[in-house]
């Protein structure tokens, strides 16, 4: 005999809203649970889609098959927090009643969207969408209305773009007439809507949540180097405009206002990968620190030899510039740099060496042994 499970699917949990805890398996818990249901949200679709559940699950009793009916929820959050939800149950449900066969009942095509995340449970015979009937007059249309107005309101999955959005615009708005920036309304609002439709179309909100949950140090890291470099390149943009130009001025002025920004850049994915490394307990650590101190050593020449070309006229020669230089003590800097480097360099390389050879040791002893 076949045995099909009937399950109603209401995916942004409007049930657990109302306080009935889900998944709900059997007809009598079925109707119980709607008829309650009905009491507190009696304009609701679900209650319609859940008396279909069973409606259709009466209809496909018979000697050869054996039915059962089911109601599952996902989440008020949406999204995948309420395809997980949605999966959950059902693998709930369909421990108490093995299944050969699904038929999903849904209210709308928003619920519909879980069938491919649930069909691997069990095969999916059959997917329903039950539609209320409306009467056509004004009142039954001003009732439709005025209840997808209170959803889009209320549940945070709608809020957010019917609210939200909307909300961030007129925030813009007027913050924009208090400053006396009437006139740049339109770029920065369509900026705006431009931002958020990149974000939401290429799915990057997802990829950084994601991101954010198995690495957050390294989305922190990348943050804090991504702003540091715009402000590297906004200071050498400002800096070359000032000066008019490319030359020894402006260099010097880049050197010293937009070359520590940029180290810093550099710094913060080094200090991020050596964070990950030494959770991992990896010995490689030291190449890492050995880059970030050659980096700290060349920024602090650089700087120097920019102070050094601030202190010139402008029409300077080569010549004056390079004796100027060799006469402070940028030379001796640089080779304290350079040695302080090389002797870290080594030391790293004599304890990645010993470290290796005593795990060598450690696994030659059971062996033996």
Known sequence: MRRILVISVDVDDDFGRVGIKTPILGRDNVIQAAVEFGIRKPEDSDLNAAFAAVQIADSLKSKTMDTEVAIVTGSP??????DMEVRRQVQEVLKQYPADGIVIVTDG???EKIIPI?????PIIST?????????????TYMLFSKMIRKAIEEERFSKYTLGIPGLMILVFS?????GLVAYTIPILSTLLGLFMVIK???IDEAVSNWWKSNPISLAATLISATSFLIALV???L???QYGGINVRSVSALITNALPYFSISVAVLIIAKMVDKIKEKDVTLWRDAVVLASLAAATVVLVKVGSILASLPPNVSYGEMARRILESDVPRTLVYAVLSVIGLAGAMVLMERWVIEREEDEQRRPEQA
Do not use: C, M
Request: proline share 2%.
């Open 77 to 82: 959050k949406g999204g995948v927090e309420a």
């Open 109 to 111: 095509p928003e619920d």
């Open 118 to 122: 649930i069909q691997d449970l069990a």
């Open 128 to 140: 329903r969408r039950v539609i209320v009937e409306q009467s056509k007059n004004l009142e039954q």
């Open 175 to 179: 913050l924009l007439s208090l400053s």
């Open 201 to 203: 179309g290429f799915g």
């Open 235 to 237: 200071l050498a943009y």
């Open 239 to 241: 800096t070359v405009n």
